[in-house]
């Protein structure tokens, strides 16, 4: 035995659930985050992590001594976090589930846009600073408020602050030019919506390897942050039935059904599920 002590998988659901029933601003990124890789690594010691940020935090303060000039807090906290810690943004080009995973990120010191935006508005939060995630076609953002001003940062890219040409360029990557930048844009996302940003990458991911099982997982706490969402309810049922778990399965697709009456898919679903329940009864 290693020493460590293991978390089984049901309570670390049970800790997400607490954590995502709080009010959206009082929500901490970083801990949900690391609750999310506790399901799948059950010796991930969380309050060992959160204390790892307090304590880089801790050097960012006591070298601003108490300046509260929003670029020099994101200077410091860039010379921290990119140049002695080594953060780096990595996007490889095939799904790693470790890059988006927080415990392996704060390991790693590498990570997606989104992991590396949510260490950065962790960090700028426990220093005062007002931030949120910008989820920008193309690039996950941290929107960044002082007293005097108000920065968009790029963590992927070793903290550059971004102008409005900047962002129009990335956009100009993944549209070819076709849109504008517009307001809504650069609008904040809410913390909940980050995560939710997070399990979708998770869920998509481990779709394309065929991993149902951490699928359904990922799919599993979208709902617990919005238990009606009709994509992840559909999603979800598709999902039960694949994994042979026909009437939970069922169950959700009524549910899709019901909070969805006149999608385009509801025809075909009720068919799906009146096969499904003869085929049950048969058996």
Not at 190 to 202: E, T
Not at 244 to 263: K, V
Request: glycine letters at 8%; hydrophobic letters at 40%.
């Amino acid at each position: 035995m290693d020493g460590r002590l293991y978390t089984h998988p049901t309570l670390a659901r049970q800790r997400f659930s607490q954590i995502v029933q709080e009010d959206d601003a009082r929500l901490d990124l970083m801990e949900a985050s690391l609750v999310i890789a506790l399901e799948e690594y059950p010796s991930v010691d969380v309050a060992q992590y959160l204390a790892q940020v307090d304590r880089w935090c801790e050097s960012v303060r006591q070298r601003v001594e108490g300046a509260n000039d929003l670029e020099r807090l994101l200077s410091e906290i860039n010379r921290l976090l990119f140049l002695e810690e080594g953060f780096c943004g990595e996007e490889p080009a095939h799904f790693d589930p470790r890059l988006t995973f927080l415990n392996h990120v704060l390991d790693l010191h590498a990570g997606v846009p989104i992991a590396l935006s949510i260490v950065y508005i962790e960090i700028s939060r426990r220093l005062g600073l007002s931030a949120s995630g910008v989820s920008l076609p193309g690039r996950f953002l941290v929107k960044v408020k002082g007293p005097w001003g108000e920065l968009l940062v790029d963590p992927y890219d070793g903290g550059s602050v971004l102008t409005t040409a900047e962002c129009q360029r990335i956009l100009d990557q993944v549209y070819g030019g076709g849109v504008q930048l517009r307001e809504h844009h650069l609008r904040s996302c809410s913390n909940k919506d980050v995560l939710a940003r997070v399990l979708s990458q998770l869920k998509s991911g481990f779709l394309a390897r065929h991993d149902l099982h951490r699928a359904a997982a990922s799919a599993d706490r979208l709902l617990l942050l919005d238990e009606d969402d009709p994509f992840e309810l559909r999603d979800r049922g598709i999902m039960a039935i694949q994994l042979h778990q026909y009437r939970d399965g069922i169950a959700t697709l009524e549910r899709y059904i019901r909070n969805n009456p006149h999608g385009e898919d509801v025809g075909r679903l009720r068919e799906e599920i009146a096969w499904l329940r003869a085929w049950i009864d048969s058996n």
